[in-house]
């Protein structure tokens, strides 16, 4: 298994608080995804990390933020966290060595957010 | 458009039987990449097969084994002699120019397989 551990794996918040998600990998690899899910949505991107300090937006990037300081850590943070952002977020990462259509990506166990 | 489309929310299958998942994509490009993942009720994504568009051949990993169209723009899942621990969801997901080759995936089918 991919080495790839997200924190918290469960987390309750409040409308209108700050919450970061943490993705640390062990494996080296150079790019770094956050997707949420959502029931009917499958999985959709949020933002992704091409290197250290290297990051751009997913297709449902609108009120969060990233941040990549460490090849290892990948930082997801929800400003003011509202009731449509809770969901089951996905860590994902890939070693940038296949082709850009073959490269498949190892995922983290998931956290599951709740915003009240 | 929806990229990726998978038609069937829910389906069933007799233990041992054969299933095939559907997933249609929509792609101008003549390179892209098609992938399957299963998610079990544990939560975790796991790759199950790939299918490059150049490919000649139908990707096969054990049991499973990938139904590519291209006329047809389709990117079938056959899992053979299924097994109650194939009870999952399934997701087919697709790179290609138009996302910036970023992995972009359907709604899921979940899969119940009954004994």
Known sequence: ?116 | AQKITQTQPGMFVQEKEAVTLDCTYDTSDPSYGLFWYKQPSSGEMIFLIYQGSYDQQNATEGRYSLNFQKARKSANLVISASQLGDSAMYFCAMRDVDSSYKLIFGSGTRLLVRP
């Open chain 1, 1 to 116: 298994d991919a080495g790839i551990t997200q924190s918290p794996r469960h987390k309750v918040t409040e409308t209108g608080t700050p919450v970061t998600l943490r993705c640390h990998q062990t494996e080296n690899h150079r790019y770094m995804y956050w997707y949420r899910q959502d029931p009917g949505h499958g999985l959709r991107l949020i933002h992704y990390s091409y290197g250290v300090k290297d990051t751009d937006k997913g297709e449902v990037s609108d009120g969060y933020s990233v941040s990549r300081s460490k090849t290892e850590d990948f930082l997801l943070t929800l400003e003011s966290a509202t009731s449509s952002q809770t969901s089951v977020y996905f860590c994902a990462i890939s070693n940038g060595q296949g082709s850009l259509t073959n490269e498949k990506l190892f995922f983290g166990s998931g956290t599951q957010l709740s915003v009240l």
